[in-house]
């Protein structure tokens, strides 16, 4: 900080000009800048995209082979609610991922602290992650239930506000 003052002060009293590049003001310069910076996040957000895409594909195809979605349109055609097909969704969907997680993370445990065989290892990971995907996955439908009927009541607050303007 006083380096810099004490620059200042001597450019001053001396008239010494530092040498400065400033390509603010050279516009082709300026512009080439920007196309290729504009460029790169382009691409960037090109792939991006592309790995999304990909992803959400990936995840579908998942759901599709174990059954999971199948099985949650059978329950809401067989008990007539849509609310039942979605409540078999989250859960099956999320005792599935639970289970999976909680089974790696169970070897993973048991490789660090050696706490026995791996069979005992993957049974407490398949029972705690049926347990725990239960859990989220009741939660899970709570919430989407409560969002569903949030938006529910503001859209028809806005329905009827523009009925009420014409």
Known sequence: MTIDVLH??????FGLKPLVIDS???EEDFIMTLLIVGAFVF???LILGVVIGLLFIA???????????????LVGFQQRSVSKGFKTF??????????IV???AFLFMNMVYNWGQKDISIAAGI???IGFGWLIGF????????????????????????????
């Open 8 to 13: 200042t002060f001597s450019d001053i009293i």
């Open 24 to 26: 603010w003001r050279n």
């Open 43 to 45: 691409l960037l957000l």
């Open 59 to 73: 995840i579908v195809i998942g759901l599709v082979s174990a059954g999971i979605i199948s099985t949650s349109v």
């Open 90 to 99: 989250f859960t099956v969907s999320s005792i599935f991922g639970s289970t």
């Open 102 to 104: 909680s089974v790696i």
């Open 127 to 129: 029972l705690c992650g």
């Open 139 to 166: 939660f899970m439908y709570k919430a989407s239930h409560k969002i569903i009927l949030f938006l529910q009541r503001k859209y028809k607050l806005i329905t009827n506000k523009k009925d009420h303007d014409i």
